[in-house]
C-alpha cells in the first residue's frame, strides 16, 4: 500500500490551526464573552484559497488550460479573504485590560494563521503559473492577485461584501464598488486604505521571503581564532 505523503508546510499548518483552536476554546471557556463565531468564520475563509490552491497543485496534470483558468479566478476572488483577517483586531472589546490582551494575542496569532494560509497558496499558484506559463507571467499574475486583493480587503472592510457575493449579484457589486471608488477626488480614504492594506501586506511577504537568506555564519572557536594567527 502507497505510503500516504503530507508536504511539511501541511503539517505545519494542521499544527498551527489546532494550538489556535484549542487557545481560542479555551479563552472562551474561562472568560463569559466569547469571541468565536466571527472570527471562526473568517477563519475558514482565510483557508479556502489554501485549500483551492493545494487541490490545484495535486490534480495539476489532469487539469486542462479551461479549468486551469476558472479555478485560478476563483482562487483570486477567495485570496483576499487570507489577509483580510489582519483587520480582526477592531474585534477586541471594551473589556477589562487584562481580557483586552490575552484577546489581542489571541486574534493576532488567529490573524497570522489566516495570512500564513494565504502565503503558502500565493506560493503554490506562483509555482503552477511557473511550470504552464513561465515565471515573467507568473510575476505578472501574482502581482495583479495582490493589487485585487487590496480592493478585495475595501469592499469586505467597509463595502461588506464577501467573495461569494460576486457570484450571486456580479453586475450590482460591480456597480456598487465603482459609485465608492469614483471619482477618485472624492474617495481618496478608500484609496489611501487600499494602500496601506498593500504595503503591510508586502511588508510582511518581503519578511518571509527573504527571512530564507539569512545563513548562518560560522561559529570562531578559539581554534580557529589560533589556527589563523599561525
Known sequence: MKKLFIPKYLKVVLIMTVVNLLVLFIRNQIIDTPIHDTLLLNLFHG??????????????????????????????LYYPNSPYMISGLKHIGADA?????????????????????????????????????????????????????CLGFYMGRVLFLFSADFFKHPVKIVVETWNHLFPISSNLSSYALMFLFGGVQLMLLLMFKDINDVKVEKVITSNDSDKTNK
Open 47 to 76: 483557508f479556502v484559497p489554501l485549500f483551492i490552491a493545494y487541490l490545484m497543485h495535486v490534480f495539476y496534470e489532469k487539469i486542462n488550460t479551461f479549468f486551469f483558468w476558472l479555478i485560478s479566478f476563483v482562487w483570486v
Open 97 to 149: 485590560a487584562d481580557i483586552q490582551n490575552y484577546d489581542t494575542l489571541i486574534i493576532f496569532s488567529l490573524a497570522m494563521l489566516s495570512l500564513f494560509y494565504g502565503f503558502i497558496s500565493l506560493k503554490l499558484m506562483y509555482n503552477l503559473f511557473i511550470k504552464r506559463y513561465g515565471k515573467k507571467f507568473a510575476n505578472t499574475v501574482i502581482t495583479i492577485t495582490l493589487l485585487l486583493s
